[in-house]
């Protein structure tokens, strides 16, 4: 099995509410990945943890906030978004941070008004 | 840092025909390069991928080839269906070092197959 599942599917927020996004993954990864995805183009990294420490932040504005509580699990806390931050945030797995096949979850689909 | 190009940015073809998608690599030491599938308002799905020991691999329709020397990689899909409609992302990743986790991506190839 190689599935990441994320929640929730769909969000819509306002400029001043505060959410959270969570993925997890039951396949014993031990690095866990946030990506941020525009519309026609790649994903974009933004956050990467590697047994439950943040070992990459790619130089993402504070609004986003991410958070590891197990190595199943996942969060990206946001607040204060601005409507440019509207796109599809994707979380991702692999078996450790230094290589190999990383395994994408559906996503979710951010819309920031 | 590792610089991915794809090509060609749209792919038409016809149900049954061959389809050949291209990226090139700039970093020599890129040893890993997966190729992704995104189907509309989904993730990208892991396809098949190669390592740089390897010069091809196959999957049913699916290929991949690797040139080291010349620093590219292409994905063959044959006797493509309606259902290979999607986008397709090519990458690169330098397993170790200080690239820690980071997958480059091409900018993707939207394919179209044609009934």
């Known amino acids: 099995d190689t599935e990441v599942t994320q929640t929730p599917k769909h969000l819509v927020m306002g400029m001043t509410n505060k959410k959270s996004l969570k993925c997890e993954q039951h396949m014993g990864h031990r690095a866990m990945y946030w990506y941020k995805q525009k519309a026609k183009k790649p994903p974009e990294l933004m956050f990467v943890y590697s047994y439950e420490k943040l070992s990459i932040n790619e130089s993402v504005p504070s609004r986003f906030s991410p958070e590891c509580p197990n190595s199943s699990l996942l969060n990206l806390h946001l607040h204060a978004l601005q409507p440019e931050d509207s796109a599809l945030y994707l979380c991702?797995?692999?078996?450790?941070?230094?290589?190999?096949?990383?395994?994408f979850g559906p996503g979710t689909r951010l819309l920031v008004l | 840092g590792e610089n991915v190009e794809q090509h060609p940015s749209t792919l038409s073809v016809q149900e049954g025909d061959s389809a050949v998608i291209k990226c090139t690599y700039s970093d020599s030491a890129s040893n890993y390069f997966p190729w992704y599938k995104q189907e509309l308002g989904k993730g990208p799905q892991l396809i098949i991928d190669i390592r740089s020991n390897v010069g091809e691999k196959k999957d049913q329709r699916i290929a991949v080839t690797l040139n080291k020397t010349a620093k590219h990689f292409s994905l063959h899909i044959t006797e493509t269906q309606p259902e290979d409609s999607a986008v397709y992302f090519c990458a690169a990743l330098r397993d170790r070092g200080s690239t820690l986790g980071r997958l480059y991506f091409g900018r993707g190839t939207q394919l179209t197959v044609w009934p």
């Open positions: 991702a797995s692999s078996q450790d941070a230094g290589g190999g096949t990383q395994y």
